[in-house]
């Protein structure tokens, strides 16, 4: 096989895996361009320069300049949550994988690459957990904050927002304004996905 067929053939089972895990487990639950085009050309861009690292067409001093930089960039707006920072880190260390074994291990392609997948799978439905998300509102009746009207003051708040509101912390109080600052936190498979998409905007992956 030439050296250019190794190399599309590499490159085209390298990106339908990095495809598979974007388009069919990250992208259901973030619908961002922008982390979708981040990880696919993060992708994209490491498995070449692993190639140019692996045939000695670069020198290895140029490649850990790269992954130097690499390592210092830094995204200028606002701070990327936790699970697009997993899935950043997985899209950059499987192409530094496939690089090596797609062609020489074929095996080691094959496992690394659907271990990956499935635990990102299972991972992503939840499957033997419960979640929680958490959702900060600001509420109006500070007579229902005091303990003893701790189940009134869940009844109030579900009956309000339409969510299974589990518990509630409490933040800012406010008494001349009459508020007091939320976080509610409900049960995240008790609604259908529908439902989630057309309630308050959820903060949880800022905790």
Same mark, same amino acid.
């Given at each position: 096989?030439?050296?250019?067929?190794?190399?599309?053939?590499?490159?085209?089972?390298?990106?339908?895996?990095?495809? #598979?895990?974007?388009?069919?487990?990250?992208?259901?639950?973030?619908?961002?361009?922008?982390?979708?085009?981040?990880?696919?050309?993060?992708?994209?861009?490491?498995?070449?320069?692993?190639?140019?690292?692996?045939?000695?067409?670069?020198?290895?001093?140029?490649?850990?300049?790269? #992954?130097?930089?690499?390592?210092?960039?830094?995204?200028?707006?606002?701070?990327?949550? $936790?699970?697009?920072?997993?899935?950043?880190?997985?899209?950059?260390?499987?192409?530094?994988?496939?690089?090596?074994?797609?062609?020489?291990?074929?095996?080691?392609?094959?496992?690394?690459?659907?271990?990956? $997948?499935?635990?990102?799978?299972?991972?992503?439905?939840?499957?033997? #957990?419960?979640?929680?998300?958490?959702?900060?509102?600001?509420?109006?009746? $500070?007579?229902?904050?005091?303990?003893?009207?701790?189940?009134?003051?869940?009844?109030?708040?579900?009956?309000?927002?339409?969510?299974?509101?589990?518990?509630?912390? $409490?933040?800012?109080?406010?008494?001349?304004?009459?508020?007091?600052?939320?976080?509610?936190?409900?049960?995240?498979?008790?609604?259908?996905?529908?439902?989630?998409?057309?309630?308050?905007?959820?903060?949880?992956?800022?905790?």
């Amino acid at each position: 096989m030439s050296l250019l067929l190794e190399s599309l053939l590499s490159f085209g089972l390298n990106f339908a895996v990095a495809f #598979f895990i974007v388009r069919y487990i990250y992208y259901p639950r973030q619908r961002k361009q922008s982390y979708v085009m981040a990880l696919l050309v993060l992708n994209t861009v490491v498995f070449f320069v692993m190639g140019l690292l692996n045939q000695g067409d670069i020198g290895l001093g140029v490649g850990f300049g790269l #992954f130097a930089i690499f390592s210092i960039l830094r995204y200028r707006t606002d701070t990327i949550p $936790i699970r697009e920072m997993t899935y950043l880190f997985v899209l950059i260390a499987l192409p530094v994988i496939n690089s090596v074994s797609i062609i020489a291990r074929p095996q080691a392609f094959l496992v690394a690459n659907t271990a990956t $997948i499935g635990v990102l799978w299972l991972v992503e439905r939840g499957w033997g #957990f419960r979640y929680e998300k958490r959702k900060t509102v600001t509420y109006g009746r $500070i007579d229902l904050i005091r303990p003893e009207h701790r189940q009134a003051l869940l009844d109030d708040l579900q009956q309000l927002t339409g969510l299974p509101v589990t518990r509630v912390s $409490i933040g800012r109080l406010n008494f001349v304004k009459g508020v007091v600052d939320l976080k509610v936190y409900y049960d995240a498979h008790s609604l259908n996905a529908e439902d989630d998409d057309l309630s308050l905007e959820d903060d949880s992956s800022e905790s």
